[in-house]
T-cell receptor
Framework: SQQGEEDPQALSIQEGENATMNCSYK?????LQWYRQNSGRGLVHLIL?????REKHSGRLRVTLDTSKKSSSLLITASRAADTASYFC???????????FGAGTILRVKS | NAGVTQTPKFQVLKTGQSMTLQCAQD?????MYWYRQDPGMGLRLIYY???????DKGEVPNGYNVSRLNKREFSLRLESAAPSQTSVYFC????????????FGSGTQLSVL
């Protein structure tokens, strides 16, 4: 079974609103990463948060990590139509050199 | 700068046929990965190679084999394709083991009839 599970599965918002996506995982991790995918293309890395960090910012992105709850959230502020994409969390597991992905959240930003 | 290159981009197979998906990276990365993506399932790890000369199974290795030909190339082979292997396949690589991001290829869309 997959390590990460995103919530919600799909999200539709208006341009300018904030979008929040959540990710839960099951095992111990070294870090958690968020990726974006446009229209079935290859994924692009957005941000990485280490297991000893609680919050990280990058431009309009804010990521939080709660290792006690095994969960993370990605906040996109002031969303734009160009943010329309699928977003995936991936956990870099303590055992094995591998990143395991969740099922993703489909974000649609309406202009 | 090509990054991660996958070939072919599209392929249609008949059940029972075999084929090899090719992946090459020009970033001098040590680790390489093969994922498959199915609707609503996200990406599932098939096999990975932490370094040249090593390969390990991921979440869904059955029906696949891999070869880390050299540091640049990591191929995925379907010996006897099945309709359940219809999917989009992504190759990815990264420099080291921890705290590194993945770089993805553009994918191979495979249909098995």
């Amino acid at each position: 079974s997959q390590q990460g599970e995103e919530d919600p599965q799909a999200l539709s918002i208006q341009e300018g609103e904030n979008a929040t996506m959540n990710c839960s995982y099951k095992t111990s991790i070294n870090n958690l990463q968020w990726y974006r995918q446009n229209s079935g293309r290859g994924l692009v890395h957005l941000i990485l948060i280490r297991s000893n960090e609680r919050e990280k910012h990058s431009g309009r992105l804010r990521v939080t990590l709660d290792t006690s709850k095994k969960s993370s959230s990605l906040l996109i502020t002031a969303s734009r139509a160009a943010d329309t994409a699928s977003y995936f969390c991936a956990t870099d597991q303590v055992e094995g050199n591998k990143l395991v992905f969740g099922a993703g959240t489909i974000l649609r930003v309406k202009s | 700068n090509a990054g991660v290159t996958q070939t072919p981009k599209f392929q249609v197979l008949k059940t029972g046929q075999s084929m090899t998906l090719q992946c090459a990276q020009d970033m001098n990365h040590n680790s390489m990965y093969w994922y498959r993506q199915d609707p609503g399932m996200g990406l599932r790890l098939i096999y990975y190679s932490a370094s040249e000369g090593t390969t390990d199974k991921g979440e869904v290795p059955n029906g696949y084999n891999v070869s880390r030909l050299n540091k640049r190339e990591f191929s995925l082979r379907l010996e006897s394709a099945a309709p359940s292997q219809t999917s989009v396949y992504f190759c990815a690589s990264r420099r080291g083991q921890l705290y590194e991001k993945l770089f993805f290829g553009s994918g191979t869309q495979l249909s098995v009839l």
